[in-house]
């Protein structure tokens, strides 16, 4: 079993709606959760960080953490054509290593 | 800031071939990182060095070795390259923020062994 899966999709959300991407992981002992984005032909970039239970936002982004159901989540709002991209998830396993899902593939459509 | 940097950016090589791809990064972080990205796979580590003058393995090392030049520059040779090592290869660095490390990437390299 990987140790962080996510639903490789592809998920289509209509533009300005919200998307919502799921994430869990496997080892209790991860403390520290991130979401990249990648565009097609392009390198990971940092998006949203989290590490206590719970909701974080940032603009159009939240990020969702809970602990107990090993489940990390991040909604967009007003979902944008811009948006379209593969969102990775990753969790922090100590000695400086993170462990990052397959990645799940949004596409906003118009 | 360049934040870090590699290359090259494109790379062919013939089975057997050998190269080495080059990462530097000018934000001072401690740790740095090579990984591959294979369609299906998402990001495996190769190696990482948490500190300068230290490397230890990841999760696929076999091929590859690296070296810690200085604090800013960490390299991946490819001795005997073979086709299963086609692949992009990423380049990340990292430091302390909060309770864990953000790592960034560079734009990636581009390998195809033919």
């Known amino acids: 079993q990987k140790e962080v899966e996510q639903n490789s999709g592809p998920l289509s959300v209509p533009e300005g709606a919200i998307a919502s991407l799921n994430c869990t992981y496997s080892d209790r002992g991860s403390q520290s959760f991130f979401w990249y984005r990648q565009y097609s032909g392009k390198s990971p970039e940092l998006i949203m960080s989290i590490y206590s239970n719970g909701d974080k936002e940032d603009g159009r982004f939240t990020a969702q953490l809970n602990k107990a159901s090993q489940y990390v989540s991040l909604l967009i709002r007003d979902s944008q054509p811009s948006d379209s991209a593969t969102y990775l998830c990753?969790?922090?396993?100590?000695?400086?290593?993170?462990?990052f899902g397959q990645g799940t593939r949004l596409t906003i459509n118009p | 800031n360049a934040g870090v940097t590699q290359t090259p950016k494109f790379q062919v090589l013939k089975t057997g071939q050998s190269m080495t791809l080059q990462c530097a990064q000018d934000m001072n972080h401690n740790s740095m990182y090579w990984y591959r990205q294979d369609p299906g796979m998402g990001l495996r580590l190769i190696y990482y060095s948490a500190s300068e003058g230290t490397t230890d393995k990841g999760e696929v090392p076999n091929g590859y070795n690296v070296s810690r030049l200085n604090k800013r520059e960490f390299s991946l040779r490819l001795e005997s390259a073979a086709p299963s090592q086609t692949s992009v290869y990423f380049c990340?660095?990292?430091?302390?923020?909060?309770?864990?490390?953000?790592?960034?990437f560079g734009p990636g390299t581009r390998l195809t062994v033919t």
């Open positions: 990340a660095s990292s430091d302390r923020q909060g309770p864990s490390y953000e790592q960034y």
């Open positions: 990753a969790a922090f396993q100590g000695a400086q290593k993170l462990v």
